[in-house]
């Protein structure tokens, strides 16, 4: 599973031997900042965080963010984009993998994957769920909102061969409600994680909770 591992502290130099700094390489202070800014997601009331701070805990100055990022907006869209390429390239592994006669499997799959990715990257959670994103450019909202509809719709795809098979008089309906249930189900496992401050897990019971509901 994939997860974003966070930045740690550099250690502290001693007064006999100082650690030289190391120039980083290209593109490694930008995921420095990224995983700093993860990290400083799964702290407690870290809904919203400045420029300043995380400035601070990286030990250099906001002008120096600003050369890697116009914006803390793109900072929160380099999360995203982890999101969503980490969740979508698992989503087609998921869905090259077997054939429509197992959908159910498949949708749970899906399902399972999301939440322990959740579980296993809290900072982002935050971000997933939207409370990192209150105070932020309403394009970041939408845009979870976005990837939610549309494991949603891989959801729907899933699981319609399955109503059809059930001999289901209305395949669409039943298909549309099962795929926003566990969506549903996805959305409300990790807003739980997060409000409790990441003690609840989105994945508690989930086998039992997928087999009363596929």
Same mark, same amino acid.
């Given at each position: 599973?994939?997860?974003?591992t966070p930045?740690?502290?550099?250690p502290?130099?001693?007064?006999?031997?100082?650690?030289?700094?190391?120039?980083?390489?290209?593109?490694?202070?930008?995921?420095?900042?990224?995983?700093?800014?993860a990290?400083?997601?799964?702290?407690?009331?870290?809904?919203?965080?400045?420029?300043?701070?995380?400035?601070?805990?990286?030990?250099?100055?906001?002008?120096?963010?600003?050369?890697?990022?116009?914006s803390?907006?793109?900072?929160?869209?380099?999360?995203?984009?982890?999101?969503?390429?980490? &969740?979508? @390239?698992?989503?087609?592994?998921?869905?090259?993998?077997?054939?429509?006669?197992?959908?159910? +499997? =498949?949708? /749970? %799959?899906?399902?399972?994957?999301?939440l322990?990715?959740?579980?296993?990257?809290?900072?982002?959670?935050?971000?997933?769920?939207?409370?990192?994103?209150?105070?932020?450019?309403?394009?970041?909202?939408?845009?979870?909102?976005?990837?939610f509809?549309?494991?949603?719709?891989?959801l729907?795809?899933?699981l319609?061969?399955?109503?059809?098979?059930?001999?289901?008089?209305?395949?669409? &309906?039943? @298909?549309?409600v099962?795929?926003?249930?566990?969506?549903?189900?996805?959305?409300?496992?990790? +807003? =739980?994680? /997060? %409000?409790?401050?990441?003690?609840?897990?989105?994945?508690?019971?989930?086998?039992?909770?997928?087999?009363?509901?596929?």
């Amino acid at each position: 599973m994939t997860e974003f591992t966070p930045a740690t502290d550099a250690p502290a130099s001693t007064d006999d031997a100082p650690a030289a700094r190391r120039r980083p390489r290209p593109g490694e202070r930008r995921e420095q900042i990224l995983q700093t800014l993860a990290a400083m997601l799964e702290q407690p009331g870290a809904e919203r965080i400045t420029t300043a701070a995380l400035a601070a805990r990286l030990q250099v100055s906001e002008a120096a963010l600003y050369r890697h990022f116009a914006s803390k907006a793109q900072m929160f869209e380099g999360l995203i984009d982890f999101i969503e390429q980490s &969740v979508f @390239t698992l989503v087609q592994q998921i869905m090259e993998r077997g054939g429509e006669s197992e959908g159910a +499997q =498949r949708a /749970a %799959r899906i399902t399972a994957m999301v939440l322990q990715f959740g579980e296993r990257n809290p900072g982002m959670v935050r971000v997933m769920v939207g409370d990192a994103l209150v105070f932020e450019n309403e394009r970041l909202q939408q845009r979870m909102n976005l990837f939610f509809d549309k494991v949603e719709a891989t959801l729907r795809q899933c699981l319609r061969p399955v109503a059809d098979a059930d001999g289901s008089a209305t395949p669409t &309906v039943q @298909t549309q409600v099962r795929a926003a249930a566990l969506s549903d189900l996805i959305r409300g496992r990790l +807003q =739980r994680y /997060a %409000r409790t401050g990441f003690r609840r897990m989105p994945t508690e019971h989930l086998d039992a909770t997928l087999a009363l509901w596929l």
